[in-house]
């Protein structure tokens, strides 16, 4: 059974073990047995996170099951490439060759950097 964290309006927080179906439901309090509400204590380095890295791990989230594939499609549409970015400058000195099975093959560059 998982703890969860309740406050009581008197005796501050505490917490209690209590099933996942009645998780949503208030609990009393140890000491004095008032209901209390649960509460989801979050790390002070969430909150204090620069925008910047709170912004890539939601991309990184949202985007963990379905990662954005690179496509020229995609790039016409995205403001890095329109910027003038130089990974077509990259690409026509690349040494990315295919294999007959149609797979990237990378003999002279870093495989793990695939696209940005």
Same mark, same amino acid.
């Given at each position: 059974? @998982? ?10 927080? =505490? !917490?209690?073990?209590?099933?996942? +179906?009645? %998780?949503?439901? @208030?609990? #009393? ?7 209390? +509400?649960? /509460? /989801?204590?979050? @790390?002070?380095? /969430?909150?204090?996170? $620069?925008?910047? *890295? *709170?912004? +890539?791990?939601?991309? !990184?989230?949202? !985007?963990?099951?379905? @990662?954005?594939? %690179?496509? #020229? +499609? ?7 490439? #329109? ?6 400058? *990259?690409? %026509?000195? %690349? ?10 093959? =990378?003999?002279?560059?870093? $495989?793990?950097? /695939?696209?940005?």
């Amino acid at each position: 059974m @998982p703890v969860y964290d309740y406050k009581c309006k008197e005796h501050g927080v =505490f !917490n209690d073990l209590a099933t996942i +179906a009645d %998780s949503d439901k @208030p609990c #009393a309090c140890p000491t004095c047995g008032e209901l209390a +509400a649960r /509460i /989801i204590r979050l @790390p002070p380095t /969430i909150t204090k996170m $620069p925008s910047a *890295k *709170k912004h +890539a791990y939601e991309v !990184n989230e949202r !985007n963990q099951h379905e @990662p954005t594939h %690179s496509t #020229a +499609a995609r790039r016409q549409d995205d403001e890095q490439h #329109a910027k003038g970015c130089g990974c077509q400058k *990259k690409l %026509s000195h %690349s040494k990315l060759m295919y294999t007959a099975q149609g797979e990237k093959m =990378f003999p002279s560059m870093r $495989p793990w950097m /695939i696209s940005h």
